[in-house]
């Protein structure tokens, strides 16, 4: 039974040695892979850096072997996150951008300080949900800033079209020859869009805008000052549509074409100098001698303030208080005196008024209700009689001979 037992535990033991070989050399060929799918670039600060993402090559990573095997090469959609080693997003100066699964993607921007990014991108093949790995190392070394610069405004651009080489040294050779010099050096691409321009409504002839910065050692040419005359000026403030100035259209591919009015020139040979920074001291304070705390203030009188703000709103208020007792109480008549003093016949028509008015209300509630008691004045639709015409104009009497009424109560009772 031992023996038996012994012989499993070697055996177990043997097997968990050739496992971790297998780790061994797991991580070996995956370092070596990783070692592999590094690429190096040393870009000098405050130039313009673009590294174009190719599908292509992402796609010889995931089927390696499919076109030596199968003679067809896939074409998939692939997405790319990109962001510094060990940290959420992208350094500072650097952006991303891809426009569809189906398009390379682009790193692009200037590097403002010299210093080491080490960017890590993942490919996401949107087929197979495969990913693979490439690792960015971007050392910016320090170089002497371009002391004329110039921004352009490209109108009809985007900036995925602006950023392959081949296109940037289109442009750069327009405003080679606008600028009269050939020593140039683009210091900053950026979109529209990223400087608080709109999304363009997605329809053809609407583009983004994208805004081309250019440096150079040499001073501005004769074309580019032409945008600081008060003429072009005046001329951009009343219109958007400016011509180029004369002799200065140097746009071979009309998307390149600039907009004159969004031009602008910088001069960094001009600038102020940065200010010192402040002293700083030793961090102790000044022996100021012995604390003397202020004096109490003077005492005020607050009476008068009392008398205005207490006493004057509650005089009122109590004043106010007795009128309206007053007019509410104290000039009440009874109805019977009121009643008393009324004229017979004012009274009466009071009387009818009301009575109408309750009649009304009852026949509205009700279909079957006796048709109403003023329209009886001459004929009494329930008796048939008819009235006796008026013998006497006594304002006492009533219009109405009500005696003969049974149904009529409305009259006043003498
Ligand atoms: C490039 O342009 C962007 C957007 O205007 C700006 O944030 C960035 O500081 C610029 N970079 C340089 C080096 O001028």
Partial sequence: MKDILNIITEGRNKMAG????????????????????ESKVTIPVGRFFTY??????????????SKLYSGYLYDDPMIFKCNRQNYPDL?????????????????????????????????????SYEATRLILVIKATAEKMLPFQAEFFLKLREIEKVLPSSVQDEIKQDVQNMWDAEALEIVNVTSALDRGGRVPLPLPGHFEGVYVKVGSEQYFSH??????????????????????????????????????????LFDLTKRKPVPPPPTVGSGILEDGGDFSPPE?????????????????????????????????FGRREGVAKRNARTNQIQLYHHHT??????????????????????????????????????????????????????????????
């Fill in 18 to 37: 050739s496992r971790s070989w297998v780790f061994f050399l797991t991580v070996c060929a995956v370092t070596l892979c990783e070692a592999n799918a």
């Fill in 52 to 65: 174009e993402l190719l599908r292509e090559t992402f796609q010889n990573d995931f089927e390696p072997l």
């Fill in 91 to 127: 350094p500072e100066w650097l952006r991303f951008t891809q426009r569809h699964p189906y398009d390379n993607g682009f790193l692009y921007g200037t590097p403002t300080s010299p210093g080491k990014s080490v960017i890590e991108i993942y490919a996401i093949n949107k087929r």
């Fill in 223 to 264: 074309c580019l000052l032409s945008v600081k005359t008060t003429e072009h000026q005046k001329q951009c403030r009343e219109g958007d549509t400016v011509k180029a100035p004369k002799g200065c259209e140097f746009c071979s591919i009309p998307a390149n074409c600039i907009t004159w009015c969004q031009t602008q």
């Fill in 296 to 328: 109490s203030p003077p005492s005020r009188d607050f009476f008068p303030d009392y008398i205005v703000t207490v006493i004057v709103p509650l005089v009122l208020a109590i004043v106010l208080c007795l009128l309206l007792a007053y007019i509410m």
């Fill in 353 to 414: 008024i009301h009575g109408n008015a309750d009649e009304l209300r009852n026949m509205a509630g009700d279909r079957g209700a006796p048709p109403p008691l003023s329209t009886r004045s001459m004929f009494n639709s329930r008796t048939g009689d008819r009235a006796s015409p008026l013998q006497s104009d006594s304002p006492s009497i009533p219009l109405i001979m009500a005696q003969h009424d049974p149904y009529c109560d409305t009259l006043p009772r003498k």
